[in-house]
């Protein structure tokens, strides 16, 4: 049997990464004989104990926050819905007051579903979705226009998973604290990428997943300033301090706690070489197919990151062709698969219907080579030609 992931030029990590070897191996332990409870008063659990504090140190240092910050969830979905619910229910209940929630148009589905959620359901009062222009950027002026208060929690992403497009959270941050709201982030393509540091950024609340960076599906952390008030989503055990009840998922936060120090080791690289094979790959795309446009302000972005429209062309199409070559891209969201509409950030951004359809993102990683990017190069030109023969807008 041939194994595909031999072959495979992935180029689909914003959609996932492959679990780097160093974490499966210091997972596996776990998988095997130290199966021990970490509740547990007996050595056997103590020891278990051990290495979740452990893991929680190593992602707390990648962010640049104290370990008692960190909570461990089962995904970026989960800490979005932490941080999200958790501070509008414990308003609605603890305070006795209504919400309201301020987002960008671009958010992934797990913040914009969320805050259309308590919306609904009326546990939010208000409910801002701050538009982008077509660079994918929201206005700070848009924010400075709103009435920002103690009852008011800010949700904007690091960094948008289709285009790579980096937020002022900073500034952000700093214009929602002066107002005595709370800022949460998703954080969850920007955290590995580049650097973070919640003692410099003011920022309440963070989303990580570990499936976004070399560590498996189905685990995630919550960063919340110490302080911070919230109601917790499962309600149980002791566990995670009383915030998250349920038995820790022992081999898959050890696992998040090694992808995360291999992350801060290796922040570097992708910042250089990563950034360079993005960058030579974008510039070729974009002189040798015809009709070829960037989605997404060019300057702030991830250095891993490239969305690239062709006019008139069906994106679903592209990446069967690139398939055929054994390459994995992707068409904007791995969620909008298998429908026809644009995806929401490219009908945010206004990018008209000709080039919409066609979106195509390439997203690197370490584990990409100079070979992966001269093999796409090489073909994408012809299949753009093909498609272009075949379409029925051309
Ligand atoms: C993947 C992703 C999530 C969701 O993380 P899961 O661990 O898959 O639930 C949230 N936000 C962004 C920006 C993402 O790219």
């Known amino acids: 049997m041939s194994n595909a992931s031999n072959t495979i030029i992935y180029l689909d990590n914003n959609a996932t990464t492959r679990i780097a070897p160093e974490v499966l191996e210091a997972m596996m332990p776990f998988l095997g004989d130290s199966y021990g409870n970490p509740s547990s008063i007996h050595r056997f659990g ?6 979740i504090n452990r893991a929680r140190e190593q992602v707390a240092a990648l962010i640049g926050a104290e370990p008692e910050e960190i909570v461990f969830t089962s995904s970026g979905t989960e800490s979005n819905n932490m941080a999200l619910k958790g501070f509008v229910q414990s308003h609605n209940h603890i305070h006795k007051k209504s919400a309201q929630i301020i987002t960008a148009a671009v958010e992934h589905p797990s ?3 969320t805050a259309r959620l308590l919306k609904d359901e009326g546990a939010a ?10 660079g994918g950027m929201i206005a700070l002026s848009d924010i400075d226009a709103k009435r920002i208060d103690p009852d008011t929690i800010v949700s904007i ?8 497009v980096i937020f002022p959270i900073d500034k952000i941050a700093e214009k929602v604290k002066s107002h005595g709201g ?3 982030t998703d954080a969850v393509q920007a955290v590995g990428k580049i650097p973070i540091n919640v003692k410099k950024s003011p920022v309440d609340m963070l989303a990580i997943s570990g499936h976004k960076l070399h560590a498996p599906k189905g685990i995630g952390a919550a960063y919340f300033r110490a302080g911070t008030s919230f109601s917790p989503l499962l309600h149980g055990g002791h566990q995670e301090n009383g915030l998250r009840g349920g038995t820790e998922n022992v081999p898959y936060i050890v696992g998040l706690g090694k992808a995360c120090e291999l992350a801060a080791a290796r922040i570097e690289e992708e910042n250089t070489r990563v950034k360079a094979m993005r960058d030579r790959l974008e510039r070729n795309l974009l002189e040798k197919c015809k009709g070829a446009k960037l989605n997404g302000l060019a300057a702030e972005r ?22 055929e ?8 969201s791995a969620c909008t698969t298998g429908s026809l509409e644009p995806s929401h950030v490219m009908i945010a951004m206004g990018i008209p219907y000709s080039y919409a359809h066609s979106s195509t993102r390439f997203s690197l990683s370490v584990y990409n080579a100079e070979e992966d990017i001269d093999k796409v190069i090489a073909v994408m030109p012809g299949i753009v030609e093909k498609l272009r023969q075949l379409s029925p807008f051309a």
Request: aromatic share 6%.
């Open 111 to 113: 913040v914009r579903n």
């Open 182 to 184: 709370i800022f949460h």
């Open 46 to 51: 103590g020891m278990i104990r051990r290495h």
């Open 125 to 134: 009062a208000e409910l801002v979705e701050l538009p982008v222009d077509e």
């Open 302 to 323: 991830l250095p891993n990151t490239t969305n690239i429209s062709f006019e008139n062309i069906e994106g679903e199409a592209i990446l069967l062709y690139l398939d």
């Open 157 to 164: 992403m690091w960094a948008n998973n289709e285009t790579g």
């Open 325 to 332: 070559h054994g390459i994995a891209a992707s068409s904007g």
